[in-house]
């Protein structure tokens, strides 16, 4: 986590305009048959372990992962320092209202926060250039878009250059966790890597996106043969 928040903090000083993925072991799979996702993440200038499924391929496959980096602990430590690094925020995503609420609760957790702008994530294609400009007149130095994988990262890479933000980050369910419409797992499951069941619990409608843990770890297996 240390490393990832310094790297994106470098990316803010730079300007450099980059998108950040947090993988899981589903997005990892639907990558491997998403062709525009697999690029993306390959293109990404940083990705992420976003679940315990990753960070036990990295190990499996001999390569160094020192810990999980959670979506939505990520956006809580970056937003936790954004004030005194005068970091502008830009809440983009979740059903109406909702980011509105996430914005309410950041500025309670970190006072002095400037959320700089927020948009629903229900929009057609007419609407975009509308979103586009209200996030290019609020110039955030971090975008947080949760609009559910692969949508976020497809719209934040396809309008990468014209929203010329530093940072852009799909952050899936954080604001409406942050909000109060979704649980997250009790920090006893996320201790026992028990996340992915607790959403799948919590959202039956999951269960057969839950399917690509056990395929993902036959990938992992036969991809170190």
Known sequence: MSQAVAQVQDYMDEKKNVLIATANAEMIMRATHDKELQAILNDAALVVPDGAGTVW????LGHDMP???AGFDL??????IAPQRKR?????GSAPGVAEKAKAKAEELYPGIEIVGVRNGFFTEKDEPEIIAQIKEAKPDLLLAALGV?????????????LGVPVS???GGTLDVMAGVMKRAPLWMQKAKLEWLFRGMLQ???AGRLMALPKFVLKVHAAKK
Do not use: D
């Not at 391929?57 to 499996?60: E, G, L, R, S």
């Not at 502008?88 to 983009?92: K, L, N």
């Not at 692969?150 to 014209?162: A, D, I, R, S, V």
């Open 57 to 60: 391929a990295a190990h499996h």
């Open 67 to 69: 810990e999980r980096v």
């Open 75 to 80: 956006a809580q430590e970056l937003m936790r």
């Open 88 to 92: 502008r925020v830009f809440f983009f």
């Open 150 to 162: 692969p949508k976020q990262e497809k719209w934040l890479y396809k309008h990468k250059e014209e």
């Open 169 to 171: 980050i799909g952050v």
């Open 204 to 206: 039956p409608k999951r």
